[in-house]
Every structure is written in C-alpha cells, then in structure tokens.
C-alpha cells in the first residue's frame, strides 16, 4: 500500500530525522523546506531507503508556495495521507532587545506556518474524509521560558489553533485526524543557525535527547493516531509542573534558564543565521550537543510501543488476578 507524507522543516535536524524514520517504515516522502541542498540531500536518503521522494523548495510562511507544493504532491506522489508541521525559525534573546521584525518573522514560520501546512493539509484531506495532520509541539508551549519569547509564544498559539482545529473536525464528524507530538529538548541544528543576541552559543534545556528519539514518536503516532502525545521524561514534568506549580516555575526559569541556554564550549560553531534566507549546504539532523544527548528513555519507549506495554500491562494483571483468585479458593 502506497502512503504518502509531507514533513515541513525536513531537510534538517528533527524534520530531517523524520524524514528518515517515515522513509524507513515504508512512507514515500515530499520534503519542503527553504534551503535546496538539504532538502535534496533528504529526498535522496528516501530514495536510498527504496521510497519515492520528492523536493519542495518553499517558504511555509508563503501560503500560495504551500498550496502549490501540496498540489505537487498530489500530482506526482498521490493524495497526502499524513502531513507533518515541524519547521521553526528562532531568535534567542531577551523580548525588548529582540527586533520586532526578527521577533514577527519568528511568529510568521514557527506559528503561520502551521497554519498554511493546516490548510493546505485538511483542504484536500476533508473531502476524502482521511487522514492525518501532525503537529510538533513542545514543552515550551505549555511553559515559557527566557530568552525564547517568540518561539514560546509560536507553540503556545499552536496548541490552542489545534484545538480548534480537532472540535471542528469533530463537530463535523469528519474522519480525519489531527495530532500533537509535544517534543522536549532535542540537539538539532537549530542551536547553531537561530539568529541569537547572546554572549555565548545558545543550547537546549538540559536533559536533551537526540532528533531520532522525536521522530520515532511522530512515525509512532502517524501509524496509531491518538490527540496528544509528551515525549520524554522533562516534557512530562514541565507540563504537569507548570500546571501545579506556576509561580515556582517562573521563579526557576528566571534563576537557572538565562545561564542554562548558553554554551562557552560552543562558542564559534555558530554556521550562519537561517531566519530570513537558508543557510546554504546540507546540515543533517544532529547539533553540536552529541556527548550529552539522550537517545532513548523509558518514556519514549512507552510512547513507540504502546500497545505492546498495554498487552504486557495486561498479562500481568490478569495473571495477578488468576493467582489471587486461586490463592483465595485454597484459602
């Protein structure tokens, strides 16, 4: 069976890595990104994989370039079946020393960008009444955090546009899915090409976790669609914990996360700026962050095997169960 995806963002760091994970499970692959030498080098690991792929050079934030990429798709791969949104830009740096026009293209990508990939997606979707738009959230659309105001603001907004999204659908009773993937911190090229006003190189929040251990869950829920999904033990916990604790986590975020975001280790590897033009060459799916990242977790593996873990849940208590009920007849 022919199932056709589209991954915005994937001609590198997570959208890369999910390009390659759908690739491997048997997916042909439209990669659609602004920067040509990743988006080619990515279609060429679909058709290394023995998938067809096909290449889309395009601003998300266009919504005429969306529409006419996704009418690409369905011209020479077939009808899209599972649409990703994964692309972002970024600006690190305190809200009042960032330009608000960086701070606005930030906003038009990260969030705007979602919303074409929506329409573009549930436009076509719809009226066949199947399939699949996938969108990558983040722990940091639940909890904000310093020096990242628009990209926080960005998922924030996403979460609240998908849940309109999920009760209209719902209201109309249609059949198509719509899905959030909340990612924790990842090392992915993002660090070494956000536009940033910080003394030293941005990084992630630790603990970070490497791009595959995202794209596995994606691939997990584009296969077994299910509302929301956390990935990773720190997703969990900033979720929860911003729930119950709001005032602490402001209090931390200000006393750890200035510090916490930037690396003097990393300093110079910084590889130019992708916010308003591509960085030119192909830039793979891992950062600079590879001897601290995590490429597996409890979490995440419950998250990829689900349904195993329910079967084995099962089994247990139900053997529990017979060995009480014969414990009890003897008694």
């Known amino acids: 069976m022919t199932r056709v995806a589209v991954v ?96 606005e293209r930030a906003l038009h990508v990260t969030y705007l960008g979602f919303v074409n990939g929506t329409r573009a997606a549930l436009s076509r979707m719809v009226p066949r009444n199947r399939g699949q738009v996938v969108q990558v959230g983040s722990a940091l659309g639940f909890r904000g955090i310093p020096l990242q105001s628009a990209y926080c603001g960005a998922k924030h907004a996403i979460v609240g546009f998908t849940e309109s999204v999920v009760s209209e659908l719902l209201q109309q009773g249609s059949k198509v899915k719509v899905s959030r993937v909340d990612m924790p911190a990842l090392n992915t090229i993002q660090f070494s090409w956000v536009k940033s006003k910080l003394p030293h190189h941005p990084q992630p929040v630790a603990p970070i976790y490497q791009p595959e251990v995202g794209a596995r869950a994606i691939a997990a829920v584009a296969e077994h669609p299910r509302p929301r999904t956390w990935v990773g033990e720190s997703t969990v916990y900033t979720i929860i914990g911003n729930r119950i604790g709001g005032r602490f986590a402001d209090w931390y975020a200000a006393k750890t996360l200035v510090s916490g ?30 001897e601290s990242a995590h490429a597996w977790s409890p979490q995440t593996w419950w998250v990829e095997h689900r349904r195993l873990g329910r079967s084995i849940v099962g089994t247990v208590l139900g053997t529990a169960g017979a060995v009480a009920l014969v414990a009890g007849r003897r008694r």
């Open 8 to 103: 915005t963002g994937g001609s590198a760091g997570l959208g890369r890595a999910t390009v390659r994970e759908l690739a491997a499970r048997g997916w042909d692959v439209a990669v659609l990104a602004r920067g040509k030498d990743g988006v080619d080098a990515a279609v060429a690991e679909v058709e290394a994989a023995g998938r067809r792929g096909l290449a889309l050079v395009a601003d998300v934030s266009d919504r005429d370039a969306v529409e006419a990429a996704a009418d690409r798709v369905e011209q020479e791969l077939g009808p899209i079946d599972l649409w990703v949104n994964g692309v972002m830009v970024g600006v690190f740096g305190r809200f009042m020393d960032t330009a608000p026009e960086d701070f």
């Open 261 to 290: 975001q930037q690396a003097e280790a990393k300093d110079g590897e910084e590889i130019g700026v992708n916010l308003y033009e591509p960085v030119p060459g192909d830039h793979g799916a891992h950062g600079v962050f590879d």
